[in-house]
């Protein structure tokens, strides 16, 4: 029986393990999960297992936070121990966090095979911590899984190639299953007629990365912009935006904006079906807005999923002053293409694996 280990640790993560969890029982594959303890507030992590019913973690390293080398360090001596001691056929990794960094260094330190699941992505922006991530570990891996064909052409250019396959974005596969059981007949309201077009609706807002929290005027000038906006603005409030905002004096509670909680992942599927929109600088919600069919408009220079941007869906909004016509311009007129497969990519990453 193959045996495969999943690591796992932040919020993203744990929605992508949700649909590869159930595929791999439905395979018969021995599957473990390790949990690095990256994040651990309930509501980061504990409420994914819970909703998205996935198993309880086999091994729970807690690590928790730290700057990138103590985290990353403390992960990597963790799951050493871990990973000799199952000896698993394939150690799958997910995404971009430190957390599969530290895997994927960690299997290939004693010579198991890795598997990275959502290889190839690229922002090309070496600030951003996850850029190193995802890059490292597609050169440390033995077989790249792809979300998408600009992921399989990057792999290429890359020299990977020969160990790329395309198997679609396993996030279609759980966002979908998740709207048609919090909004039946979801499919239906992508567009200005839809719950989303109605004069009441509000936003849905999360800002999280360091770049727009960790300077006190470029955080001002988001709040600023999201707190000027023309209708209400839920914002999902990070601990790091908690933090950041309470050390710099800047006021969650203003003008249009809500602070609220980290939502749970079916409500806030069902926050961005509601919704006259989303801002973000979250990877993950770009994606679920666009998937979801509600615009989107990011708070970053780039994006690496290029393919939300294609027909106006989403936009870049790297400059705050930018912020409001973004958020406000008129639904795209057209309907959107399925550049993230077709919701059964998990199947096909435990079909990867099994003939790996
Ligand atoms: C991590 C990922 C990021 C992903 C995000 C999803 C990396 C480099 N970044 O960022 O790609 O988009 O997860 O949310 O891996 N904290 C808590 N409770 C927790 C966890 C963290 O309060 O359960 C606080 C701590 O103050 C911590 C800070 O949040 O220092 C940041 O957490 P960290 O694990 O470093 O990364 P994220 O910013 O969440």
């Given at each position: 029986m193959t045996k495969v280990v999943s690591v796992v640790g932040a919020r993203p993560q744990f929605v992508k393990l949700a649909p590869v969890a159930e595929a791999m029982t439905a395979a018969g594959v021995d599957h473990r999960i390790v949990h690095s303890g990256q994040h651990y507030d309930q509501a980061l992590s504990q409420s994914f297992f819970a909703d998205l019913a996935i198993?309880?973690?086999?091994?729970?390293?807690?690590?928790?936070?730290?700057?990138h080398g103590r985290q990353t360090g403390a992960m990597l001596a963790a799951l050493e121990d871990v990973l000799a001691a199952e000896r698993p056929d394939w150690t799958l990794v997910y995404g971009d966090t430190n957390t599969t960094l530290a895997a994927a260094l960690a299997a290939v330190k004693i010579h198991l095979p890795v598997a990275h699941l959502e290889?190839?992505?690229?922002?090309?922006?070496?600030?951003?911590p996850e850029e190193h991530n995802r890059v490292l570990t597609d050169h440390a891996a033995d077989l790249l899984l792809a979300p998408t064909e600009v992921a399989m052409a990057h792999l290429a250019r890359e020299g990977l190639g020969p160990v790329s396959r395309l198997v679609g974005d396993v996030m279609t596969d759980v966002a979908h299953r998740v709207a048609d059981a919090v909004?039946?007949?979801?499919?239906?309201?992508?567009?200005?007629?839809?719950?989303?077009?109605?004069?009441?609706a509000g936003f849905v807002a999360t800002i999280h990365r360091p770049d727009n929290t960790d300077r006190p005027e470029r955080l001002a000038a988001i709040l600023e912009a999201l707190a000027g906006l023309p209708r209400p603005v839920s914002l999902a409030v990070h601990p790091r935006l908690a933090a950041r905002a309470a050390e710099f004096g800047?006021?969650?509670?203003?003008?249009s904006l809500r602070p609220i909680p980290p939502l749970a992942y079916p409500e806030m599927v069902a926050a961005i079906l509601d919704a006259a929109g989303v801002v973000t600088d979250s990877g993950g919600l770009q994606k679920e807005a666009y998937l979801l069919g509600r615009p989107c408009t990011t708070?970053?220079?780039?994006?690496?999923?290029?393919?939300?941007?294609a027909d106006g869906w989403n936009q870049l909004a790297?400059?705050?002053?930018a912020i409001a016509a973004a958020a406000t311009r008129?639904?795209?007129p057209g309907p959107r293409s399925q550049?993230?497969?077709?919701?059964?990519a998990a199947a096909k990453v435990v079909a990867a694996l099994l003939d790996g």
């Open positions: 198993p309880a973690p086999d091994v729970n390293l807690g690590v928790g936070s730290g700057s290889a190839g992505l690229r922002s090309f922006n070496r600030r951003m909004r039946p007949g979801w499919r239906e309201t992508a567009g200005p007629g839809g719950r989303g077009g109605r004069a009441s800047l006021p969650l509670e203003r003008g708070v970053r220079p780039e994006t690496e999923w290029v393919e939300t941007l790297a400059d705050p002053a008129p639904w795209p550049p993230y497969g077709d919701g059964h």
